[in-house]
């Protein structure tokens, strides 16, 4: 019989076999890829408020990629309902959601997003340029064909935001 826990491994592990996407490909491909990094970085994120019955997956810029979350639309996840929203706005971003994933085409935008989120229990996650060392938790990267995440610790901490140690032992880099 297979644990809770070698489960999680065992999952984690199929996701970071998958995310060899070779970049001619299609990106609806990469985003469905993305989608559920983003699903399982919920799975292994604990929140100071997480007796919550949803779990809010804010996607915040042009060529968002919500329709790659309709297989988790509704779902539950440790008993949460996931929703997916997508914001429009800046002014919008506090108090919507528990995960934002920001846009690479935000790039411009991500100072002023994340100094409104300043200290706010919300695992922020992008693509846009050295997202982790402006101040974000978990950086898209991509190397080669691969998909890739750097988390910095640090700022996950100023957020309240406790990461466990399976998310952080396949990330390609930890910053502290």
Not at 48 to 63: A, H, K, S, V, Y
Not at 108 to 113: L, Q, S, Y
Not at 146 to 164: G, R
Request: glycine content about 4%; some cysteine.
């Amino acid at each position: 019989m297979i644990t809770q826990s070698a489960r999680a491994t065992y999952i984690l592990l199929i996701m970071a076999y998958l995310v060899t996407t070779p970049p001619t490909q299609a990106a609806t491909k990469e985003q469905k890829l993305k989608a559920a990094f983003l699903v399982q970085f919920v799975k292994y994120t604990t929140w100071p408020n997480d007796n919550l019955d949803t779990i809010t997956i804010g996607i915040f810029g042009r060529n968002t990629f919500t329709d790659a979350f309709e297989r988790y639309e509704g779902k539950r996840l440790h008993g949460r309902e996931i929703v997916v929203k997508t914001i429009e706005r800046i002014e919008e971003i506090r108090g919507c959601c528990q995960l934002l994933f920001i846009s690479k085409y935000k790039e411009v935008e991500v100072e002023k997003i994340l100094n409104r989120l300043q200290h706010d229990p919300v695992l922020t996650v992008s693509e846009a340029t050295a997202f982790s060392t402006r101040g974000g938790i978990i950086h898209f990267i991509r190397k080669g064909t691969k998909q890739k995440f750097i988390i910095n610790i640090t700022n996950a901490k100023k957020a309240s935001i406790s990461l466990d140690t399976r998310m952080q032992n396949i990330a390609y880099a930890i910053e502290k």
